[in-house]
């Protein structure tokens, strides 16, 4: 059996995995945030509080009304894209002729009064989800045990990146997207209702963001915090995918969920400040990010 | 005689439910039950939120202490509020029940004649768990740990007991702080192939940590899980299903006897059907105590009330009998209790059984081991 | 004196030897000999706090071709964006076939039928061509198809999967010029067509011009390069500090030069 | 007029992502005289001046100064050897008054100021300088105003005027007469003659007419590379430049 | 940020008086020296003393962001490090209260020279970014680093004697040397803005490239100004540790680069005097508002959701529009 710097493969194996599973939340919410920061030039802050509202729907869905995880994963994506809706409409568009850092405050502001009501209304410990049948046990893959829950969120991210690229960057309405990003009023003068598609795609961007939270309650604790610490990686994600760009996010997410994966096994202590390295390196060389079009 | 106080504690960030407006009403029932106007004492309670920054919770002590004429603060958890706060009440000359914070360096290097530690510590936890195990047969350790001042001392200590137990600890992990995902952690500590994986965080690294090792089969493993700090809050937000098997130290529990669970029912009332944490009976108990004083003494001079809360031996409905040592530790029985199957519950909250009790005399560290000053 | 490039003296006979051979239509009188398609009535217009039209009127008849002369900043650009819909803050009357339009947003104007094609051609860069030219939805029936379109400009037709902004200059007015012709519209703006193109493709732009009129589409056109303008255009209005200061129908513009040549300060 | 050449760019290159702006270009500007770059839009104008100032960096080829190669050269570290540009766009410093606009350049001549402890009053010495320059480009009156309240041409105006205040020995106009009424591309012109003198100018024009009245020699661009070069009634007869920028049926 | 884009730039300050200073700013400068003198009789002086050590750090941050034009979202470091090394110093080391606040101050401002000269290669939201990612590095490093006490903090830090003589346990003395430090502080800061240097800044805010062109090597203005900066921000972090006797996590936090946003927004970015109200008026929500939990946070959201969409200008900043005068 041969072994890789001191750690026997399957081990290593194990690790890639789970650093890969990782790396689907950090891929659909940073999506999430590049989509949106794609069109509106808006750097959503409240993406954490949306992550969360996610889960937290999923877990209201089942307690208030005995909803289940399967439906929930259909039904609460678009429901907290609808509160985002909201926010895009009242409060949002206020703000697209400005600095970005308006953008970023105003959301900012915002996550503070969800995370706010959340904590005052539920507590901070936490609440319970508990997973479907079909979720729970698992594989053993020979390295190691995949829980079906895990095996689970890196199938559904992984569709849904592929879908959200695919319909981005080969379709029709993406064209639309891609082109309101970079002349919205000259996509308005085609007859094309910009504002709409623009309310939309912060909307789509948002029920990203629920979307990852549903996957995550069966995981992680549904706690109104889960969303506050995790954001700041994200931003760091989409930084180095470079803001803005679909492939990117997702390449990246997925990659520095690898990356901190390994860090995990070769030095666990580093494995926070990892992406905040990398990010720092790849600025310093690549000032637009990886996959970013220089300004 | 009127006396003022002050719970502050933290109502909005992670040990909000544990130790946040509960423990206000527990203060609150303290002074109900001792029936303080009946007896000429006054008692007013404020509160506040110190949000787990030491510097606000200072400067909230600092406040009370010299513009509110606040006389006594109780509860206050995280350990760097409450350090700060025992070093105000210290230098102010006024009194401080803690009965939140866990870190055992307020009877040791840190300790205070002002201070009164009351329901728990870091020692007291390791020794609990760590002793306890090894005698269940859980006699090699992997350490999940908290890559923190805190999750290190836990480990430490820890380790050390299982040692002199006669265990032996396998490896450590450290996390980041705070983490939200752990499976790679839970991964290397199952790899280890140690009996007991010990799990020396806090709060929601805990919650999520015990989430996710039922998720892949850690104790279905055989592997037993022991939680160095936990709550049985903590265990209401996990679920039976998930938290069931995990081994915890605690100085209460709700369901232990006709006294506890009759002041449960009415903590229960009034606190949004939350059972009592640990730390807010810490706080009615203290509380109660403190207000003994007062009457004793006829006076709350903070001295005069400190002697003789050390010298009146304690006695109340949560924690029976116990003392206070000179260097402020409360001394009461401490017991590992394990997270009953769902299929044991039968009723909401009814969470524990207990493994073992940990006597009073052998649950806290040694007066001679802390080196506070206090002690000749 | 000469001023060039932008505004070109007219120092010779209109009819340049250079210029393309095209049927030209009749020459009307001043004011539309047809059914009037557009018409724009003391059109106001500003940019945040700047005024910049200060009552622009004229009138375009269906199947016209009508320029919109004038010195850089007069407000001919500005015009163009007040009728589309895409200036901020406008205010006055623009009726399009018989419909206001001046409360209504740019969209729901481009799907009554008219396009714009702006000066600065606006190729998308993160569209390849052929995403470019299929974007603007068709707003009616009766567009060029594609293969109409090719036909105008071959080049195009070459190029469909690069990106948009990596065509030169030329081919991107083209792919802009093109675009627009798809989605149905009957009356087109177009700012500039040829600013910045060699000669050669001024010649064919001129062509598609006349072209487009023989099929029926009414045309806006904002030009400086006044030989081409009149070849093509039935009547040209000239614009000074946000007004429409004076109406010369393309047959009168000899005997007008002089005038031209003082108005444009040539 | 002392002769010899000031500026040299030699086989001049520059490459945006497999397009070539300006290719092999060879520029010499004598020293003393007013030589002007026309060519149609995109021919690589700007992009020429941008070399020139380092604001961009040349893919192949060499640019000497003074006999000096500034080739790597950074773009401030050219400003101080005392060559200095104006922009396309106007360039101002927006809500600065038109006399700090001034001073700001004028206060170069103390070396770099990272005098952080310094009172601004010390900058005051600068007034009366900065006012004379005002005076010259006619802006005496909106010495007060912001920058951004002036007009398009008062701002090209004071943009010279900033540019001046560095007294460079050879400045780069890119477009000066842009945007500027008929008066005030004479008063401009005028301006430009006169400080002349002593100095050398590289500018970028498309006004014909004060092409043919200023320049002494003229090179005209197009599709990045030199088309023709002599003086104006050289090249406005030289058919590839009628061809290419002037345009057939134009005298 | 980029200058262009940003709505709130300084006015020009056009007449200045025989004093250097603007006759009204003059003014407020007494009104704030004479308040702040009687402030610990009136009002509770540690309050007050931590109103100071925020409204100087929100200075230090205004003088990058507002006069600079650059917004670093990793203020907290400079603030959080220069607190545990001059809570370190006078605990472990023994210094008097002045040596440790210098000690401090150094140590912010090699720190902001080290992360600054990287960071100010990069433009807009990527500096943002960068120093942000610095400041996170700092923040694990702190977490772990055996002197900081990790999440304990440093506790019962000494307040010593100043120059070894006066003792500063009174909180009355020591209010007035913090009051002391304050005002050199923001005089400083108010001298940056008004020198040479400050000109050349300005100028460099509004347009870069023109700057370039007249021959200004505009990054070592920005690193300058940047070190200035982070600097400042040192000397508030430090004495704050020597005011409240104790260092810990919550000053490293990126929340508190959040929070010194939050005061200089909220006060008036790029006015000389509204990060002072931004601060008062933070650090007064925070402790008197203690008791409401969540409801603090809430009140937070709200004000940043109000100012950005209401006033953005700041408090200060509407101010100043009324009055037709920088403030
Ligand atoms: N975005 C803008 N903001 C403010 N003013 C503008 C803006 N665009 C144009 N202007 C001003 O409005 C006036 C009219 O501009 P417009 O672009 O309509 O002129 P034009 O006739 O098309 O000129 P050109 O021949 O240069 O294209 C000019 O004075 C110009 O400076
Ligand atoms: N950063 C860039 N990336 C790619 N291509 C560029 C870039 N800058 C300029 N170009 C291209 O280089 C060519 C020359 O541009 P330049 O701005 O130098 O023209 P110019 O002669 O100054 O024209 P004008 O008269 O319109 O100012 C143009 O085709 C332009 O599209
Ligand atoms: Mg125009
Ligand atoms: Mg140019």
């Known amino acids: ?295 | 005689t009127d006396v003022k106080i002050g719970v502050l504690n933290d109502r909005s960030g992670i040990y909000a439910d544990i130790a946040g407006e509960g423990s206000v009403i527990a203060a609150q029932m303290a002074v109900e039950d001792f029936k303080a106007t009946d007896k000429g004492i006054n008692v007013s309670i404020v509160s506040a939120d110190h949000q787990n920054k030491p510097d606000v919770g200072s400067n909230i002590a600092r406040q009370w202490y010299d513009t509110e004429n606040v006389d006594v603060i109780a509860d206050v958890p995280t350990s760097s509020v409450a350090l700060a706060v025992n070093e105000i009440t210290k230098e102010k000359n006024k009194i401080f029940l803690a009965s939140g914070p866990a870190s055992s360096d307020l009877t040791g290097k840190a300790c205070s004649p002002n201070t009164v530690h009351w329901t728990y510590d870091t020692w007291a936890l390791a020794n609990g768990t760590g002793s306890a195990m090894v005698a269940q047969g859980g006699d090699s350790w992997f350490f999940v740990t908290a890559d923190y001042a805190f999750g290190h001392a836990l480990e430490r200590d820890t380790s050390a007991v299982v040692e002199a137990s006669g265990g032996k600890v396998l490896g450590a992990v450290r996390h980041p702080f705070p983490g939200q995902d752990f499976s790679s952690f839970l991964l290397q500590a199952q790899g280890s192939g140690a009996k007991v994986v010990g799990l020396a965080n806090a709060g929601g690294d805990t919650i999520n940590a015990v989430k996710q090792a039922s998720e892949f089969g850690i104790t279905q493993g055989g592997q037993a899980l022991a939680a160095l700090l936990m709550f049985i809050n903590d265990v209401h937000a996990l679920g039976l299903e998930v938290a069931q098997g995990l081994v915890l130290t605690g100085a209460f529990y709700w369901d232990k006897d006709d006294q506890t669970r009759e002041f449960s029912a009415r903590f229960q009332e009034r606190n949004a059907g939350q059972k009592p944490s640990m730390i807010e009976a810490g706080v009615y108990a203290s509380v109660l105590h403190y207000l003994k004083a007062v009457e004793a003494v006829g006076d709350k001079d903070a001295a005069k009330v400190m002697a003789k809360m050390k010298e009146m031996p304690t006695e109340d409905p949560l924690f029976g009998k116990g003392t206070i040592r000179a260097d402020g530790r409360k001394l009461h029985d401490m017991y590992l209790f394990r997270v009953k199957k769902p299929d044991q519950s039968k009723a909401p909250w009814d969470y524990f059984e207990t493994v073992a009790t940990i006597p009073a005399d052998k649950a806290f560290r040694p007066l001679a081991e802390g080196g506070c000053s206090l002690v000749k | 004196m000469l001023r060039f490039p932008r505004i070109r003296a007219l120092s010779k006979p209109i009819s340049g030897p250079d210029m393309p051979e095209v049927e030209l239509a009749s020459r009307p009188a001043a004011g539309p000999s047809t059914r009037p398609l557009l018409r724009v009535d003391g059109l106001q217009g500003w940019y945040g706090q700047s005024h910049v039209l200060h009552g622009v009127s004229f009138e375009v008849g269906e199947g016209e071709v009508v320029t919109l002369l004038g010195r850089n900043g007069a407000g001919k650009t500005t015009t163009l964006k007040a009728i589309m819909g895409i200036l901020s803050r406008r205010s006055g009357s623009v009726t399009y076939d018989g419909r206001e339009t001046i409360k209504l947003p740019s969209r729901l104007i481009a799907q009554m039928g008219i396009a714009y094609c702006p000066e600065e051609r606006a190729i998308f860069s993160s569209l390849s061509v052929e995403e470019n030219l299929m974007l603007p939805p068709q707003v009616r029936p009766g567009g060029l198809t594609v293969e109409q379109i090719f036909e105008l400009f071959p080049n195009l037709k070459e190029r469909l999967s690069s990106q948009g902004t990596k065509l030169s200059g030329g081919e991107q007015q083209m792919l802009a010029i093109g675009r627009i012709l798809r989605t149905g519209a009957k009356l087109l703006l177009l700012d500039e067509p040829t600013e910045g193109l060699a000669p050669v493709i001024v010649q064919q732009i001129g062509r598609t011009i006349a072209r487009l009129k023989e099929e029926g589409f009414t045309i806006v056109l904002v030009e400086q390069n006044f030989h081409f303008a009149a070849l093509v255009a039935d009547r040209h209005y000239v614009v000074e500090q946000g007004r429409v200061i004076d109406t010369i129908p393309n047959h009168e513009l000899d005997a007008n030069i002089d005038k031209l040549h003082a108005y444009l300060g040539v | 007029m002392s002769s010899g050449a000031i500026l040299e760019a030699t086989g001049l290159t520059k490459e945006f992502k497999g397009f070539v702006a300006i290719s092999g270009v060879n520029l010499t500007v004598e020293r003393g005289s007013i030589h002007a770059l026309i060519g149609p839009n995109g021919a690589g104008k700007t992009t020429l001046f941008n070399l020139l100032t380092k604001f961009l960096q040349p893919t192949r080829g060499a640019i000497r100064y003074q006999g000096r190669d500034i080739t790597r050269m950074q773009p401030a570290d050219i400003a101080r050897l005392g060559l200095v540009r104006s922009f396309q766009i106007s360039a101002v410093f927006p809500h600065m008054t038109a006399l700090e606009n001034v001073r700001i350049a004028l206060q170069r001549r103390r070396g770099d100021s990272f005098d952080f402890w310094r009172s601004e009053k010390v900058l005051s010495k600068f007034n009366s300088e900065a006012a004379a320059l005002l005076a010259d480009v006619g802006l005496t009156e909106f010495s007060d105003t912001r920058a951004s309240d002036l007009s398009y041409g008062r701002k090209r105006a004071l943009e010279i005027a900033t540019t001046l205040a560095l007294n460079p020995e050879m400045l780069l106009l890119d477009e000066p007469m842009a945007g500027m009424a008929q008066e005030d591309i004479e008063r401009i012109s005028a301006l430009i003659r006169r400080i002349s003198k002593n100095r050398t100018i590289l500018m970028v024009e498309h006004n014909l007419s004060v092409v043919a009245s200023l320049s002494n020699r003229i090179t005209v661009l197009a599709r990045g590379k030199v088309l023709a070069e002599g003086d104006y009634a050289a090249v406005s007869k030289d058919p590839r430049v009628i061809e290419a920028y002037i345009g057939a049926g134009h005298a | 940020m980029t200058t262009d884009t940003n709505p709130i730039a300084m006015a020009a300050i056009t007449s200045v008086g025989a004093a250097g200073m603007p006759r009204h700013h003059l003014a407020i400068f007494a009104a704030l020296f004479v308040f702040l003198t009687a402030a610990p009789f009136l009002l509770y002086p540690i309050f007050v003393m931590k109103v100071l050590c925020f409204a100087l750090f929100a200075c230090a941050f205004n003088l990058l962001l507002g006069f600079g034009g650059l917004l670093s979202f990793g203020h907290a470091a400079y603030f959080g490090m220069a607190s545990y090394v001059s809570a370190h110093a006078a605990k472990v080391w023994g210094l008097t209260p002045e040596l440790a606040i210098i000690a401090g101050t150094l140590v912010a401002a090699v720190l902001g020279l080290a992360i600054g000269s990287l960071a100010i290669r990069r433009h807009g939201i990527y500096f943002a970014m960068v120093t942000l990612a610095f400041a996170q590095m700092i923040y694990f490093f702190s977490l772990q680093a055996a002197f900081t006490g990790g999440e304990d903090g440093i506790q019962a830090v000494p307040r010593g004697h100043l120059f070894g003589l006066i003792d500063l346990r009174s909180s009355e003395v020591l209010y007035f040397f913090v009051l002391a430090i304050f005002f050199a502080g923001i005089l400083l800061i108010y001298r940056i803005i008004h020198s040479p240097f400050g000109q050349v800044l300005k100028a460099i805010r509004e347009n870069e490239p023109r700057a370039i062109s007249l021959g200004y090597r505009v990054n070592r203005y920005k690193l300058a100004v940047f070190v200035l900066s982070a600097t400042l921000a040192g000397v508030a972090g430090a004495t704050k540790a020597i005011v409240f006797q104790l260092a810990s996590l919550t000053d490293v936090y990126w929340t508190m680069s959040g929070e010194v946003v939050l005061m200089t927004l909220l006060g008036g970015m790029g006015t000389v005097f509204g990060p002072i109200v931004g601060a008062a008026v933070i650090v007064t929500m925070q402790n008197y508002l203690a008791r409401f939990g969540d409801w603090v946070t809430i009140g937070q959201g709200i004000i940043f959701v109000v100012a950005v969409l209401s006033f953005r200008e700041g408090i200060v900043g509407v101010l100043a529009k009324w009055i037709r005068k920088p403030l």
């Open chain 1, 1 to 295: 059996m041969f072994e890789l710097l001191g750690i026997p493969p399957q081990v290593l194996f194990g690790q890639l995995l789970l650093g890969l599973i990782n790396g689907s939340f950090y891929a659909v919410l940073s999506l999430g945030l590049a989509v949106i920061f794609g069109l509106l030039n808006i750097i959503n802050f409240t993406h954490g509080a949306q992550y969360m509202l996610g889960a937290f729907g999923a877990w209201m869905l089942l307690n208030y009304l005995g909803v289940g995880y399967w439906w929930a994963v259909f039904i609460v994506p678009p429901i907290v894209g609808v509160t985002g809706i909201v926010l895009e409409r009242v409060l949002i568009r206020r703000l697209y002729h400005l600095d970005h850092l308006y953008g970023l405050l105003l959301t900012f502001g915002l996550a503070l009064i969800i995370v706010g009501f959340f904590r005052q209304f539920f507590g901070v410990s936490g609440l319970p989800y508990r997973p479907p049948p079909l979720l729970n046990g698992g594989y053993n893959l020979g390295f190691m045990y995949l829980p079906n829950s895990r095996a689970w969120v890196i199938v559904a991210s992984l569709i849904v990146c592929l879908a959200t690229w695919f319909i981005i960057e080969k379709t029709r309405l993406g064209a639309y997207l891609r082109a309101a990003t970079e002349n919205p009023t000259m996509v308005g003068a085609f007859g094309i209702n910009v504002p709409l598609l623009v309310t939309l795609t912060y909307g789509f961007g948002v029920a990203l963001a629920g979307f990852a939270g549903v996957l995550a309650a069966p995981i992680y604790a549904v706690n109104p915090n889960m969303g506050a610490d995790l954001i700041i990686v994200v931003f760091a994600v989409v930084v180095i995918g470079g803001m803005g760009s679909i492939l990117g996010s997702i390449l990246t997410g997925f990659g520095l969920g690898l990356i901190e994966g390994l860090t995990r096994v070769f030095y666990p202590e580093g494995s926070a400040v990892v992406i905040f390295v990398i990010m720092a390196l790849v600025l310093l060389v690549k000032p637009a990010g990886l996959f970013g079009r220089s300004v």
